[in-house]
C-alpha cells in the first residue's frame, strides 16, 4: 500500500514539474544601442512601443472588419438578472429567499444603438471576461465598462451572444478609415471621455 502512495506522489511530482507555465511575462526590453543615453534610450523605446501599438491596433481593426457578418455600436447599460422570490403557502414556513450568485468576473451588458452592417436588433446581450494569469481580463476593450461606455462590436451572423462576438474596440479608439464617418457621432459621448471641443 505504502509503495502505491509514493509512486502517486512520484507521478503526481513529475506532471507538475513537466508542466508548462502560464505565467504573465512582459516583453523584453529592447537592448540600447552602443554610446547611446538613458534619455536617448526612453525617447526610442517610447517611440518603437507607440508605433507597434498602432500598429496592432489597425490591423486588429482591419481582421474584425473583414471578419464581421455584424457591426454596431453597443453601450454599456446597468441590468441585474431578477430575483425570483418564493412564493408563502398559507400553513407553511416561508421559504428561504435564494441569495443572488455573484461570480467574478461579474458580466457586463450591452444595448445596440446604431449599425454599421447587418440586420438591426436592440437585444441585450452580455459578455463576460476572464481571470487569466495576467488578473482578469475582459473581452475586447470592454473591461472595465462603465454605465454609457461605448464600443463597436464585430460579430458572426446569429444572436448576440459571446460566441459569436469577434471583437469590441472602444469607439474613441477606431481608426479604421471605412469606420470614421460611422462612429464620428459617437466619439467623445462615453462617460469616462472628456470632451476638449
Same mark, same amino acid.
Given at each position: =500500500? ?5 509512486l502517486?506522489?512520484? +507521478?503526481?511530482?513529475? /506532471?507538475?514539474? *513537466?508542466a508548462?507555465?502560464?505565467a504573465? !511575462?512582459? /516583453? %523584453? =526590453?529592447?537592448? /540600447? +544601442? %552602443?554610446g547611446?543615453s ?8 517610447d ?5 507597434? #501599438?498602432?500598429?496592432?491596433?489597425? #490591423? ?7 471578419? #464581421? ?6 453601450? *454599456?447599460?446597468d441590468?441585474?438578472? %431578477?430575483?425570483?422570490i %418564493?412564493?408563502?403557502? $398559507? ?14 468576473? /461579474? ?5 445596440? !444603438? #446604431?449599425w454599421?452592417?447587418?440586420? $438591426?436588433?436592440t437585444?441585450l446581450?452580455? +459578455? ?14 470592454? =473591461?472595465?465598462? &462603465?454605465?454609457g461606455?461605448l464600443? !463597436? ?5 446569429g444572436?448576440? &451572444?459571446q460566441? &459569436? ?5 472602444? !469607439?474613441d479608439?477606431? &481608426?479604421?478609415? =471605412? +469606420? ?18
Amino acid at each position: =500500500m505504502s509503495w502505491r502512495i509514493g509512486l502517486i506522489a512520484c +507521478l503526481t511530482a513529475t /506532471m507538475l514539474a *513537466t508542466a508548462s507555465a502560464r505565467a504573465c !511575462v512582459p /516583453m %523584453p =526590453m529592447p537592448p /540600447m +544601442l %552602443p554610446g547611446e543615453s538613458q534619455d536617448a534610450y526612453k525617447v526610442r523605446i517610447d517611440a518603437l512601443f507607440r508605433q507597434q #501599438a498602432e500598429d496592432q491596433q489597425r #490591423a486588429r481593426q482591419a481582421d474584425a472588419v473583414s471578419e #464581421a457578418d455584424l457591426i454596431f455600436v453597443g453601450r *454599456t447599460t446597468d441590468w441585474y438578472p %431578477p430575483i425570483r422570490i %418564493p412564493r408563502a403557502r $398559507p400553513g407553511r414556513p416561508l421559504p428561504p429567499v435564494p441569495l443572488p450568485r455573484f461570480e467574478f468576473p /461579474m458580466p457586463s451588458y450591452f444595448k445596440p !444603438v #446604431a449599425w454599421f452592417r447587418g440586420a $438591426p436588433s436592440t437585444d441585450l446581450f452580455a +459578455l463576460r471576461g476572464e481571470n487569466t494569469s495576467c488578473g482578469p481580463m475582459g473581452f475586447g476593450d470592454t =473591461m472595465p465598462a &462603465t454605465k454609457g461606455d461605448l464600443f !463597436v462590436f464585430f460579430a458572426h451572423k446569429g444572436p448576440l &451572444t459571446q460566441s &459569436t462576438m469577434i471583437d469590441a474596440i472602444a !469607439v474613441d479608439a477606431i &481608426t479604421d478609415p =471605412m +469606420l470614421l464617418d460611422f462612429v464620428a457621432p459617437y466619439r467623445g459621448k462615453s462617460p469616462g471621455v472628456k470632451n476638449t471641443k
